[in-house]
């Protein structure tokens, strides 16, 4: 389980600050999929980036935080001032694009052993390497590869290889499959649902693809201009959308995906839609484990 506290998460710039997330609390149960989706530039690479604990200046955490329950490698709870440690093994992170996240000059292989505290022996976890990656549909070749020989298909394979190869217990998917061919996209997703199946663990996974959403996920997170707009399960939230900008991207599912659907969206928030989607940090059980973002009500505040 991971639970946000009120997390605020601003950038400062010269005498600038921006606040790319504002507000977010809520608790991501074990063992699901959580899909997030929302506008460009609603902070959820932001949320995904705190949660990973790649928190780098300009960026930084100006109030709440974040709470993990799996430990670290001395036992303690594991913290934003902790989490590194545990990267690739208690959390792992998918990017857009793994050009620049595989080492260059690193063989395919030798980039399952360079972990510190990884098995010393390290032609066993090499040959454990092979074997796991053929399962992920690549040939054993690709071991003694070099990044740049692969296809970006086959690097992301690999990206993914080594993100869930420790089984980690939480895995962050920032955009996995945005680089790629349709295709390939539907075939990486799908993969990542048959690992989380077999491993039980977490992941979150962001993508403009509501009906990749709607196949993939367990659970639905929609921002809007850095806040929360919506959370629930996914069978609910598609089922009975609360608000005006879930129910926009619902309403736009059968071409979304497609560039010029995003540029509507993108207009459609920018002209007006952006006071009647732009919401209070506030959370409000509509139904059992749907959440939606309302202006706090008389009544509420008095209860
Ligand atoms: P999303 O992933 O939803 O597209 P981001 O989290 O990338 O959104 O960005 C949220 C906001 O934070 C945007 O206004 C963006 O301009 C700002 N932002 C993101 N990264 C930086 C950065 N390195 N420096 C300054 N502002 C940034
Ligand atoms: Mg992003």
């Known amino acids: 389980m991971i639970r946000l506290n009120d997390l605020k998460i601003s950038y400062r710039i010269a005498n600038r600050?921006?606040?790319?997330?504002d507000g977010v609390s809520l608790t991501i149960p074990d063992g699901c999929i959580v899909g997030i989706a929302g506008e460009s530039g609603s902070g959820k690479s932001t949320l995904m980036k705190a949660i990973y604990g790649d928190i780098q200046a300009p960026m930084h955490?100006?109030?709440?935080?974040?709470?993990?329950?799996?430990?670290?490698?001395d036992g303690r709870p594991v913290t934003t001032q902790t989490i590194r440690r545990q990267w690739f093994k208690s959390i792992s992170y998918i990017p857009q694009s793994s050009m620049n996240s595989l080492n260059?000059?690193?063989r395919i292989g030798r980039q399952f052993t360079d972990f510190p505290g990884t098995d010393s022996n390290k032609k066993r976890v090499l040959e454990q390497a092979r074997t796991y990656l053929g399962k992920l549909g690549l040939p054993p070749e690709v071991m003694e590869s070099y990044p740049h020989q692969l296809s970006g298909g086959m690097r992301q394979r690999v990206m993914i290889g080594l993100a869930t190869f420790f089984q980690?217990?939480?895995?962050i998917a920032d955009e996995p499959t945005t680089a790629?061919?349709?295709?390939?996209?539907?075939e990486i997703l799908m993969l990542l649902m048959e690992l989380q199946e077999e491993m039980g663990n977490t992941i979150l996974v962001v993508s403009h693809d509501m009906g990749v959403h709607y196949q993939v996920t367990h659970k639905m997170l929609i921002m809007y201009a850095g806040r929360v707009v919506e959370y629930g399960d996914t069978e609910s939230v598609f089922g009975d959308p609360q608000h005006p900008y879930t129910k926009m991207l619902i309403d736009s599912l059968p071409t979304i995906g497609d560039d010029s659907m995003r540029g509507v969206i993108a207009s459609a928030a920018g002209a007006g839609g952006d006071r009647a989607f732009r919401a209070e940090p506030v959370l409000v059980e509509v139904k059992p484990n749907h959440f939606v973002a309302r202006a706090p009500q008389p009544d509420n505040v008095l209860a």
């Not at 600050?17 to 997330?21: C, G, M, Q, R």
């Not at 955490?61 to 490698?73: H, L, N, V």
């Not at 980690?168 to 895995?171: E, G, H, Y």
């Open 17 to 21: 600050t921006i606040d790319a997330v």
């Open 61 to 73: 955490i100006s109030r709440g935080s974040i709470d993990y329950d799996f430990q670290g490698a």
């Open 104 to 106: 260059p000059v690193i």
């Open 168 to 171: 980690p217990d939480l895995i």
């Open 180 to 186: 790629l061919d349709v295709v390939v996209q539907k």
